[in-house]
């Protein structure tokens, strides 16, 4: 989801990046403050001083964002939590966990760093606000720190409401988690108030919008959809962990397959197996010894004329690592790999013999069965 985020630091281990997103909302930050927030406080400055105040601002919203960001990251890589690295985006920040916390205890502590930090932000900014008012700082820069001091109030506020994936909904999920001991049932619990959250944002953005306020409708709306969709991909996630717990590839593959001689000619492999089987993806072997694959793209590049003359041998894709999988490998590590090399079919062998096939639609189906029985 974040993947497409520019690297601009590495602290403490972990890649900082920036969505195209974040440039809009920065902007949004700068023009406002300029416009409206300095200008109520600032009456006197001048347009370039609101401006420089703006961009300050923002820059210390910035950073505060990815301070937050990083006590999560902190405490995850403490409970052994993978962190791919940490996306500002059009919402604010995320830290990327690879995998979900292995216990209540640990969700907790996780979750709730990144609102603990924005509210030690937050008084340090405030601290620092009032004693540079005290020893004659100019009132722009006293005006930046309180902002920041009230920002980062609020940012610590708003992520502890309970609408999961927030980290106010993450604490929940830890407190449904350590009371029932079903990370799933949990989830889906925590799913469940996020969506009514989410909805209620929502209306609350299309209430403001038929009123005349546009502008003011137009976030909560954003948002409301934003965590609707995340939430529910959240719980997509933690379903298919639970779905393929100790599942093997074997469990999850085809095995009863149509197979092809190398020495078959394209016209027979399309019109007696594709055509004929309703399969787009055959395996080649000859005296049970696996050669490689053949597709119904690799047909295609042929021209028609020539598939009498053309062999499957000619064509073939031969059986390598990248294009099969041990019949043994958990499914999980399948999904996993399927989604990092963008491959969606598979050979699986076992003891070097062909074992079957298992493609992805075989793994989504096997998902969509789990969740229709709940």
């Not at 601009?8 to 409206?36: N, P, Q």
């Not at 690295?85 to 205890?105: H, R």
């Not at 190398?262 to 004929?276: G, K, Y």
Request: overall charge negative.
């Amino acid at each position: 989801m974040w993947g497409n985020g520019v690297r601009i630091a590495r602290l403490f281990g972990f890649d900082i990046k920036i969505d195209a997103s974040w440039l809009l909302i920065a902007t949004l930050v700068v023009w406002s403050l300029a416009t409206v927030y300095f200008p109520a406080r600032l009456p006197e400055a001048s347009l370039a001083v609101r401006v420089s105040a703006g961009v300050l601002a923002m820059l210390g919203l910035f950073g505060s964002l990815i301070l937050h960001e990083l006590a999560h990251a902190l405490v995850a890589r403490r409970w052994n939590i993978e962190i791919k690295g940490i996306t500002l985006f059009l919402f604010g920040g995320v830290a990327e966990m690879q995998s979900e916390p292995e216990s209540a205890a640990s969700e907790f502590r996780i979750a709730i760093a990144g609102p603990l930090a924005s509210l030690a932000i937050a008084l340090c900014f405030w601290i620092t606000a009032h004693g540079t008012a005290h020893l004659g700082a100019p009132p722009a820069f006293i005006a930046v720190l309180s902002y920041l001091a009230w920002i980062n109030l609020l940012l610590a506020v708003f992520n502890l409401l309970p609408a999961f994936p927030m980290d106010g909904g993450r604490v929940l999920r830890a407190w449904l988690w350590g009371r029932s001991g079903n990370l799933l049932e949990a989830t889906r619990r925590a799913t469940a108030i996020a969506v009514l959250f989410a909805y209620g944002l929502i209306g609350l953005g299309l209430y403001a919008t038929f009123s005349g306020s546009l502008a003011s409708g137009l976030w909560p709306a954003l948002i409301g959809l934003f965590l609707l969709a995340t939430s529910r991909a959240a719980l997509a996630q933690v379903e298919t962990g639970a779905a393929l717990e100790g599942r093997l590839v074997c469990d999850l593959m085809t095995s009863n397959v149509t197979t092809a001689r190398p020495d078959l000619s394209l016209n027979a492999l399309v019109h007696d197996i594709f055509l004929e089987q309703g399969v787009s993806f055959v395996p080649v072997v000859e005296d049970d010894a696996l050669l490689g694959y053949v597709d119904l793209q690799m047909a295609r590049k042929i021209d028609r004329e020539h598939w009498h003359a053309t062999r499957v041998e000619d064509v073939l894709e031969t059986a390598a690592p990248d294009n099969t999988v041990d019949a043994r490998t958990p499914g999980r590590d399948l999904l996993t790999r399927m989604t990092r090399e963008g491959r969606r079919k598979f050979l699986v062998t076992q003891e070097g013999q062909l074992a079957g096939i298992v493609t992805l639609a075989d793994v989504l189906g096997f998902l969509s069965v789990f969740r229709e029985l709940g």
